[in-house]
């Protein structure tokens, strides 16, 4: 089965404390990003890849870093969690640029910082 | 002033009616559009996605577009209980398949 896979789907954690969301798709798909869901204001993208180690910041980027190693993993990384990074998290992947019309979300994490 | 905006909601239709969601977008040089639907503690989904004026039907779904004006409605035919759901509109930016959101609109049909 197709899909996008992420790990954790819940997480409660304190400030400071460096913690790791993965992702994983199985569609050898080339393009993956990373968005945040907060109320009122919509999916945010946060960071995106087009291919393996090759990524740029997206729309809010500050406080997450990502690295792209494999193509089918993109791991976003919180070196040191704040409250405001408070969120709901997806992951999306599609088979390449310009094929947004076949991007598929992961299930979500749901973060929280306390 | 928000890149694309979607009224809230709740919008509250009867089973059977036609739901008429509506977006706007302020760059003029945007090229496609999208709409998913998104349960509440799920991820979205697309259900339509357009790039030229006018209209396009997939089953009960009917995207417009009007680029004049910088307007993209959704409209579902039939609406069911099922449909109750916030539907998101999103649009193409500078390629690279960077998509702007719209904050989404919720749909709520009652029996």
């Known amino acids: 089965e197709a899909q996008v896979t992420q790990n954790p789907r819940y997480l409660i954690t304190v400030t400071g404390k460096k913690l790791t969301v993965t992702c994983s798709q199985n569609?050898?798909?080339?393009?993956m990003s990373w968005y945040r869901q907060d109320p009122g204001l919509g999916l945010r993208q946060i960071y995106y890849?087009?291919?393996?180690?090759?990524?740029d910041k997206g729309d809010v980027p500050e406080g997450y870093k990502v690295s792209r190693k494999e193509k089918r993993n993109f791991p976003l990384i919180l070196e040191s969690p704040s409250p405001n990074q408070t969120s709901l998290y997806f992951c999306?992947?599609?088979?390449?640029?310009?094929?947004?019309?076949?991007?598929?979300f992961g299930p979500g994490t749901r973060l929280t910082v306390t | 002033q928000k890149e694309v905006e979607q009224n809230s909601g709740p919008l509250s239709v009867p089973e059977g009616a036609i739901a008429s969601l509506n977006c706007t977008y302020s760059?003029?040089?945007?090229?496609?559009f999208f709409w998913y639907r998104q349960y509440s503690g799920k991820s979205p989904e697309l259900i339509m996605f357009?790039?030229?004026?006018g209209d396009k039907e997939d089953g009960r779904f009917t995207a417009q577009l009007n680029k004049a004006s910088q307007y993209v409605s959704l409209l579902i035919r039939d609406s069911q209980p099922s449909d109750s759901a916030t539907y998101l509109c999103?649009?193409?930016?500078?390629?690279?398949?960077?998509?702007?959101f719209g904050a989404g609109t919720r749909l709520a049909v009652h029996p």
């Open positions: 760059d003029r040089g945007s090229q496609s």
């Open positions: 890849s087009m291919n393996v180690e090759v990524t």
């Open positions: 569609m050898n798909h080339e393009y």
């Open positions: 999306a992947s599609t088979p390449r640029v310009g094929a947004t019309y076949e991007q598929y």
């Open positions: 999103a649009v193409e930016r500078g390629g690279y398949n960077k998509l702007i």
């Open positions: 357009i790039y030229s004026n």
